[in-house]
């Protein structure tokens, strides 16, 4: 049976939104809804216009979607394989890290591994496995299962993204960019008919960095970890074994720490780029690079009321970067931050609003105001190139907005920070926030005969409200 057909870009464009649905509904697994979403973002102008917008559409879907959007993968290697109840595109991304081929000691490692994870996060463990193989993804787990809620929540939100760029490659043409199919020639016979390459990438995962800077006996630190994607015409190393024109992912590797040393001196999106014009540059098939970056931030330790010259403490919140190029001069370069937390402890309320027969909660003029920043930026055209500069200050615009007004509603301070940013900053075309509410409740003192003047509280976690929006500039 011959491969399925791929559509233009243009074809895409003429769908109606069912029919849209139709073709693109596997590429976030069991939520058509959010393509649904991507289809409004009409017309696409090119492949890497119609990537975008489905990654826009999960990154602005709300919390609970996001999550809905989490729990439908399956866990790897667990029961729904051995069930046979797998998506068609779920089976064969498993086959191709090998998940369906376990030995014992392997499928009950991968049980331990799975259980242990969703006891700790309630949401199964999210891999691109076509970037992986079976010991890669033990070790990520290993490594994954010490991070935190939000972490992870955003780690698995990065990896559909890459899942559903793959899956969007199978369904569409990339003529421009690459994105060839390759006859099987590899048969004792010459071509064999009916079965041909299709969509392919490789790449590097989790390659952890930290550089430090030793320049005065004031050190500086950069902890990083980068992931490096790459496309091209690799279709001999696959279809034939003829690995003579394909870079090795070890080299990826090396090449992450060595350019590091001359190149990795300020911000992360320049050093994205900086890897991103190598290795268009040094793999003689590759056609287009991605570069994912998450910065983790260290401070100084105060000793005798100084920070000390080089001794550090790790600190909250990372920053993100996502740069991609092609071999026809196209960069793209993405910014962002998480796992910020916030909290005023006066000059918020929330009241006035409707109310209907379930409503119990009172009115307020004065309660805490707390939550965990996610913020994601795009970029224009025209971008100051101190990036570091730039991620500082529209950092610094976020967290002063935050403090500067009386706030009515969490929707009320959402949206000022994030006028707030496209106001100063003509760099940066839209802005997604993300604010989940921690509550802080008044506990009733009464029935020990004290009265509670708006001091002692109860932190809960949930449930949780959860509040979003994208902020963009009209034209």
């Known amino acids: ?6 559509m233009t870009v243009a074809e895409a464009n003429r769908l109606e939104v069912e029919e849209f649905v139709e073709k693109f509904g596997s590429v976030f697994e069991g939520s058509p809804y959010l393509v649904r979403s991507a289809w409004n973002a009409r017309p696409f102008e090119g492949f890497d216009d119609l990537s975008r917008a489905f990654r826009e559409a999960m990154y602005t879907a709300s919390r609970g979607e996001q999550l809905a959007l989490i729990r439908a993968h399956p866990d790897l290697a667990g029961k729904a394989v051995v069930a046979g109840e797998l998506t068609a595109e779920s089976v064969d991304e498993q086959a191709s890290a090998g998940l369906d081929r376990l030995s014992p000691e392997e499928y009950e490692a991968f049980t331990a591994m799975n259980a242990a994870y969703r006891e700790k996060f309630s949401f199964p463990m999210i891999v691109c496995v076509r970037n992986h193989d079976k010991a890669s993804i033990l ?6 299962l010490g991070n935190s809620y939000e972490e992870e929540f955003e780690t698995a939100l990065a990896e559909i993204s890459r899942v559903a760029d793959l899956r969007l490659r199978d369904l569409v043409e990339e003529t421009e960019e690459g994105g060839r199919r390759v006859p099987d020639t590899s048969g004792e016979r010459g071509v064999n008919p009916g079965i041909m390459l299709g969509q392919h990438n490789y790449g590097k ?10 320049g005065s006996e004031r050190h500086e630190v950069m902890d990083l970890d980068v992931a490096v994607t790459l496309e091209g015409d ?4 696959y279809v034939e074994g003829d690995n003579t024109r394909l870079l090795a992912t070890d080299t990826m590797r090396n090449t992450v720490y060595a350019l590091a040393k001359d190149h990795l001196a300020s911000s992360i999106e320049e050093f994205g780029l900086v890897l991103v014009d190598h290795f268009l540059r040094a793999g003689p098939t590759v056609e287009r690079a991605r570069v994912d970056i998450i910065a983790f931030p260290w401070g100084r330790i105060e000793a005798d009321g100084k920070p000390h010259d080089h001794s550090f403490l790790r600190e909250a919140g990372e920053r993100l970067a996502m740069v991609t190029g092609s071999a026809d001069g196209y960069r793209s370069v993405e910014a962002g931050l998480g796992n910020l937390t916030v909290m ?3 000059q918020s309320g929330w009241q006035d609003f409707f109310r209907d027969e379930y409503t119990t909660l009172p009115d ?3 309660r805490i105001l707390a939550t965990v920043v996610t913020a994601r930026w795009e970029y224009g055209d025209q971008v100051d190139s101190d990036y570091d500069r730039l991620w500082a200050r529209v950092r610094e615009r976020l967290l002063s907005t935050f403090t500067d007004h009386y706030s ?3 929707q009320n301070t959402l949206y000022r920070m994030g006028r707030a940013v496209l106001e100063e900053f003509g760099e940066i075309e839209k802005i997604h926030l993300s604010f989940p509410n921690k509550h802080y409740l ?3 003192l009464s029935r020990f005969g004290m009265e509670n003047e708006n001091e002692i509280f109860q932190a809960t976690d949930e449930p949780y409200g959860l509040i979003e929006g994208t902020v963009e500039r009209t034209s």
């Open 1 to 6: 049976m011959s491969p399925p057909k791929k």
């Open 139 to 144: 070790r990520s787990a290993g490594d994954r």
């Open 205 to 214: 995962c989790g390659v952890r960095l930290v550089k430090v800077f030793r």
């Open 234 to 237: 690799f279709g001999a190393s």
């Open 344 to 346: 005023k402890t006066t």
């Open 364 to 366: 307020t003029d004065d």
């Open 408 to 410: 009515p509603s969490v």
């Open 442 to 444: 008044l506990y009733d």
